[in-house]
């Protein structure tokens, strides 16, 4: 581009335009005195500055005399974008007043001699082009700091970004955004697989893709050699960038070719492409991402629908875009490495998890599945709340490492049976098997004691008393046995019934009191209570099987489990998990365990998992201890407990209008 010479209209220049040939300059005449936003700033630009076009008018001003302030600004930006040069009247040496002196780069009168005309349009257009310069500079400053800007702004996008997808769908756009690029695909490596060879055999796998001129494409996957057949496997096996200018002419003395399978299959052309291994920080290979056809800048809305277009739009990679990409590719790998590191420790946890609640239902096989359908039930009542668009709730969220923290909670939250002694956990009735079995024995022995009493008087009715009266006399006895024997099985009837557990309180325990007040004499002839004191006090327990201080015992697995958790050094997003858990046998009034504590204190997660907890103890298949109770009637407890005030009324609405139960029916 030649170099711009603007003059006034009809004014003489003796001899300029000044260049080694006559050509070399383009000379300009105008009638007003340009602005700088008409101006080329990447051509250098020498305007002469004369009486007329400063008293030419000016877009949006009555005149230009050197004055006005506004006048003045625009002279100062002409200034910055062109060289001034100052032409006066005949033997002027100096500038007249209305002349903006500080801004000219020399001066000289109309009648100046030809060759001081040249040497001061000489200087005026060294000027230009050192203003042409500077202007590149700050430019590629600006760009540069932009750069750098942007990279750090996706290098923290990419360092917050767990979702693998999420990932490689913003990598490959903030790549084909910096370069401008129409089209781009991202491989990753494979994970080992053993090889024929006995060596392992490494692949890139086909990710993704996108084009802005075909934006709807499908996405079928496949796998490449790591080798130098192809692209991509040469960029993952040399480590180093592929940059060509035009796939189609790739030279004969290279192995690797262009599939132009795609290109014919959609009507595409691909020509120009950037092919960049993605490098960690050990210099080992995660993938490779691949750019095509970069577009001019101002060309990054262009589709390019044929060939012409292609010819004039595309151009070929540059150093800069090479370094740009190559940089954002590193930030890519380290994510894509974390990313798969975050995968690798969350599928330990997973593991650990897992093993843990196998170590709690192990101890208590009747339970089996509670912890998962409570971690079930939990995070999909958190996801109804999530939806709701009323009520006290409506503006709470539950982001995805919260509703994931809200499952471990859910899972963990009875690890702290391990704690309790096992024969407290399993307790099927009210009485343990051992005290039972003694009561049969004891009732067994009384029944075989009354038949022998009822030997010993019927040889004595024989042995003492009158032939005639042993029929009335043998009548009297059977009727005593068999009232004493009836007695006994009702009495035996009676203290298993009572030893059955019930949900809620119900019963009355007259019956056991009458048992416990009779005595029978045992082998050595010690007279003990037909019903121990111990005994009788676990069959009166009015709810469940346990007594006081049994419940005290399984009640402090909430405790074991908060203690337990909190030697875990977690994440930041899962740090809630022992509040969570350890607050899930808390009641709104105050009346839970094992702190009593109120609403205030209780997390909301934790109220939603009391709610869980509750209706799947309640509706869970039947166990030794106790029988399934209906879906109906289980949520109709569950109504009763938040009219009493001790579960959330709200929680609860959307845990039945969502029908989260049924989630685990």
């Given at each position: 581009?030649?170099?711009?010479?603007?003059?006034?209209v009809?004014?003489?220049?003796?001899?300029a335009?000044?260049?080694?040939r006559?050509d070399d300059i383009?000379?300009?005449r105008?009638?007003?005195l340009p602005?700088?936003?008409?101006l080329?700033?990447?051509?250098?630009t020498?305007i002469?500055?004369?009486h007329a076009?400063?008293?030419s008018?000016?877009?949006?001003a009555?005149?230009t005399n050197?004055?006005?302030?506004d006048?003045?600004e625009r002279?100062?930006?002409?200034?910055?974008?062109?060289a001034?040069?100052?032409?006066?009247?005949?033997?002027?040496?100096?500038p007249p007043?209305?002349f903006?002196?500080?801004?000219?780069?020399?001066?000289?009168?109309?009648d100046?001699p030809?060759?001081?005309?040249?040497?001061?349009l000489?200087?005026?257009?060294?000027?230009?082009?050192?203003?042409?310069g500077?202007r590149?500079a700050?430019?590629?400053?600006?760009?540069r700091h932009?750069?750098?800007?942007?990279l750090t702004?996706v290098?923290v996008?990419?360092s917050?970004?767990?979702?693998?997808?999420a990932?490689?769908e913003?990598?490959?756009?903030?790549?084909r955004?910096?370069?401008t690029s129409d089209?781009?695909s991202?491989?990753?490596?494979?994970?080992?697989?053993q090889?024929t060879d006995?060596?392992?055999?490494?692949?890139?796998r086909?990710m993704?893709s996108?084009n802005h001129?075909?934006?709807?494409?499908?996405?079928t996957?496949?796998t490449?050699?790591?080798d130098?057949?192809?692209?991509?496997?040469y960029?993952?096996?040399?480590t180093e960038?592929?940059?060509i200018a035009?796939v189609?002419?790739l030279?004969?003395?290279?192995?690797?070719?262009?599939n132009?399978s795609?290109d014919?299959?959609?009507?595409?052309r691909?020509?120009?492409m950037?092919v960049i291994?993605?490098?960690?920080?050990?210099?080992?290979?995660?993938?490779?991402?691949q750019?095509?056809?970069?577009?001019r800048?101002?060309?990054?809305?262009?589709?390019l629908?044929c060939?012409?277009?292609?010819e004039?739009?595309?151009?070929?990679y540059?150093?800069?875009?090479?370094e740009?990409?190559?940089?954002?590719a590193?930030?890519a790998?380290v994510a894509i490495e974390?990313k798969?590191?975050y995968?690798?420790?969350?599928?330990?946890f997973e593991?650990f998890?897992?093993a843990?609640?196998t170590?709690?239902?192990?101890?208590d096989?009747?339970t089996s599945?509670h912890?998962?359908?409570v971690a079930?039930?939990?995070?999909?009542l958190?996801?109804?709340?999530?939806?709701?668009?009323e009520g006290?709730y409506?503006d709470?969220?539950f982001?995805?490492e919260?509703?994931r923290?809200?499952?471990?909670a859910g899972?963990l939250h009875?690890f702290g049976?391990?704690g309790?002694r096992?024969?407290?956990?399993v307790?099927?009735?009210k009485?343990?098997?051992?005290d039972?079995?003694m009561?049969?024995?004891?009732f067994a022995y009384?029944?075989?004691?009354?038949?022998?009493?009822f030997e010993?008087?019927?040889a004595?009715v024989f042995?003492?008393c009158?032939r005639?009266?042993?029929?009335?006399?043998l009548?009297e006895?059977?009727?005593?046995r068999?009232?004493?024997?009836?007695q006994?099985?009702?009495?035996?009837d009676?203290?298993?019934?009572a030893?059955?557990?019930t949900v809620l309180?119900?019963?009355?325990?007259d019956e056991?009191?009458e048992?416990?007040?009779?005595?029978y004499?045992?082998?050595?002839?010690?007279e003990r209570?037909?019903l121990?004191?111990h005994?009788?006090q676990?069959?009166?327990i009015?709810?469940?099987?346990?007594?006081?201080?049994?419940?005290r015992e399984i009640?402090?697995?909430v405790t074991?489990?908060?203690?337990f958790l909190?030697?875990i050094?977690?994440?930041?997003?899962l740090r809630?998990?022992?509040?969570?858990?350890?607050a899930?046998?808390?009641?709104?009034?105050g009346?839970?365990?094992?702190r009593a504590?109120?609403?205030?204190e209780?997390p909301?997660?934790?109220?939603m998992?009391t709610?869980s907890d509750?209706?799947?103890?309640?509706t869970?298949?039947d166990r030794p201890?106790?029988r399934a109770v209906?879906?109906?009637?289980a949520?109709d407890?569950l109504r009763?407990?938040?009219r009493e005030g001790?579960l959330?009324?709200?929680?609860?609405?959307s845990?039945?209008?969502?029908r989260?139960f049924?989630?685990v029916?």
């Amino acid at each position: 581009m030649k170099p711009l010479l603007i003059a006034a209209v009809g004014r003489s220049l003796h001899g300029a335009p000044v260049g080694r040939r006559e050509d070399d300059i383009e000379l300009r005449r105008v009638p007003v005195l340009p602005t700088a936003a008409s101006l080329d700033e990447t051509r250098p630009t020498v305007i002469v500055l004369d009486h007329a076009l400063l008293a030419s008018e000016w877009p949006g001003a009555s005149s230009t005399n050197g004055g006005c302030e506004d006048e003045s600004e625009r002279l100062r930006e002409l200034s910055r974008i062109a060289a001034l040069v100052g032409l006066g009247d005949p033997g002027a040496i100096a500038p007249p007043p209305n002349f903006p002196e500080e801004l000219l780069s020399g001066y000289l009168p109309c009648d100046a001699p030809p060759a001081t005309i040249r040497a001061m349009l000489r200087g005026a257009f060294r000027h230009a082009v050192a203003l042409v310069g500077q202007r590149c500079a700050q430019a590629d400053e600006r760009a540069r700091h932009r750069e750098l800007q942007e990279l750090t702004a996706v290098g923290v996008a990419l360092s917050t970004q767990h979702d693998l997808m999420a990932l490689l769908e913003m990598i490959l756009s903030q790549a084909r955004r910096l370069t401008t690029s129409d089209a781009g695909s991202l491989y990753l490596v494979d994970c080992p697989a053993q090889g024929t060879d006995g060596g392992t055999a490494r692949e890139l796998r086909f990710m993704l893709s996108q084009n802005h001129t075909l934006p709807a494409l499908p996405l079928t996957e496949f796998t490449v050699p790591i080798d130098h057949a192809s692209l991509a496997g040469y960029a993952a096996a040399t480590t180093e960038p592929l940059v060509i200018a035009d796939v189609y002419l790739l030279p004969d003395n290279v192995s690797y070719r262009q599939n132009r399978s795609f290109d014919d299959k959609f009507g595409y052309r691909t020509k120009s492409m950037l092919v960049i291994p993605m490098k960690t920080h050990r210099d080992e290979v995660v993938g490779v991402l691949q750019l095509i056809n970069r577009k001019r800048a101002r060309s990054a809305d262009v589709k390019l629908t044929c060939p012409d277009v292609v010819e004039r739009e595309v151009v070929s990679y540059d150093a800069r875009a090479v370094e740009l990409v190559s940089a954002l590719a590193s930030q890519a790998a380290v994510a894509i490495e974390n990313k798969r590191l975050y995968e690798d420790i969350e599928r330990l946890f997973e593991g650990f998890v897992t093993a843990a609640v196998t170590a709690i239902e192990s101890r208590d096989p009747t339970t089996s599945g509670h912890s998962s359908r409570v971690a079930t039930l939990t995070v999909d009542l958190a996801e109804a709340v999530d939806r709701a668009g009323e009520g006290p709730y409506r503006d709470l969220r539950f982001s995805r490492e919260q509703l994931r923290e809200l499952r471990y909670a859910g899972l963990l939250h009875d690890f702290g049976k391990v704690g309790v002694r096992e024969q407290v956990l399993v307790k099927e009735k009210k009485l343990y098997p051992t005290d039972l079995e003694m009561i049969r024995h004891r009732f067994a022995y009384l029944l075989q004691s009354a038949d022998l009493e009822f030997e010993r008087r019927r040889a004595e009715v024989f042995s003492r008393c009158p032939r005639a009266t042993h029929d009335a006399a043998l009548r009297e006895l059977c009727a005593a046995r068999d009232r004493s024997r009836g007695q006994l099985s009702r009495w035996l009837d009676a203290i298993v019934t009572a030893n059955e557990p019930t949900v809620l309180p119900e019963g009355s325990f007259d019956e056991l009191r009458e048992i416990n007040r009779h005595t029978y004499r045992d082998f050595d002839g010690i007279e003990r209570p037909l019903l121990e004191d111990h005994e009788l006090q676990f069959l009166m327990i009015r709810k469940g099987n346990l007594d006081d201080r049994e419940r005290r015992e399984i009640e402090s697995h909430v405790t074991h489990t908060y203690r337990f958790l909190e030697q875990i050094p977690w994440t930041r997003e899962l740090r809630g998990i022992p509040a969570i858990a350890y607050a899930h046998h808390e009641k709104l009034n105050g009346r839970g365990y094992p702190r009593a504590i109120t609403a205030g204190e209780i997390p909301v997660q934790a109220r939603m998992m009391t709610i869980s907890d509750i209706f799947d103890a309640l509706t869970a298949t039947d166990r030794p201890y106790k029988r399934a109770v209906p879906c109906d009637r289980a949520l109709d407890i569950l109504r009763m407990e938040a009219r009493e005030g001790t579960l959330d009324q709200h929680l609860l609405e959307s845990f039945i209008q969502a029908r989260v139960f049924e989630k685990v029916l």
